[in-house]
T-cell receptor, first 116, second 114 residues
């Protein structure tokens, strides 16, 4: 069974540019979440989607956006990149439809974004 | 809001030593609790979980018991190996019907020396 696939693995962008990251969840998983991981702030929640609907959004500026497609694949976009956006962006999927997360989330290997 | 507090690292141990990583949480109701592990250059892997009070999660020799009275979920392993060197994260998800996200602790870096 294939895991959560994130592409690309590494990305280098220049300040002011925009970037799109992609996530393919485990087959059958309809909930997809995104997290940002940095040495200073740790793991921070970006947003969660279920059946193409955003159910929750973390405390990030509007430059961060996402979407989910009908096949559950998800993308996140960051516009007008800043140096502080350099981070590991992790995608996670879950079969759960409710908030209990009793199944836990399965994470991908992440996309390492470097903004120069 | 919900929060998780982990013991600060780094933790350095010798092979076959006993490992404990403390984790306490603040949440309303009955959250689910998790331990994730991150190896260098990789994403997070679910290590174990517990969904109600007094549940014990276990996997790969690691154990953690959901203690509601002390709001804790400490991770233990009786005999660590070099391959256990990683960063360990305690996390919680809120009560059913909550906000569909995990709240993570800061992570504890564990290094096991041969």
């Amino acid at each position: 069974k294939a895991g959560v696939t994130q592409t690309p693995r590494y990305l280098i962008k220049t300040r002011g540019q925009q970037v799109t990251l992609s996530c393919s969840p485990i087959s059958g998983h309809r909930s997809v979440s995104w997290y940002q991981q940095t040495p200073g702030q740790g793991l921070q929640f970006l947003f969660e989607y279920f059946s193409e609907t955003q159910r929750n959004k973390g405390n990030f500026p509007g430059r961060f956006s996402g979407r989910q497609f009908s096949n559950s694949r998800s993308e996140m976009n960051v516009s007008t990149l800043e140096l502080g956006d350099s981070a590991l962006y992790l995608c996670a999927s879950s079969p759960a439809s409710d908030g209990t997360l009793i199944f836990g989330y399965t994470f991908g290997s992440g996309t390492r974004l470097t903004v120069v | 809001g919900d929060s998780v507090t982990q013991m600060e690292g780094p933790v350095t141990l010798s092979e076959e030593a006993f490992l404990t990583i403390n984790c306490t949480y603040t949440a309303t109701g009955y959250p689910s609790l998790f331990w994730y592990v991150q190896y260098p250059g990789e994403g997070l892997q679910l290590l174990l979980k517990a969904t109600k009070a007094d549940d014990k999660g276990s996997n790969k020799g690691f154990e953690a018991t959901y203690r509601k009275e002390t709001t804790s979920f400490h991770l233990e392993k009786g005999s660590v190996q070099v391959s256990d060197s990683a960063v360990y994260f305690c996390a919680l998800s809120p009560t059913p019907g909550g906000d569909y996200k995990l709240s993570f602790g800061a992570g504890t870096t564990v290094t096991v020396r041969a």
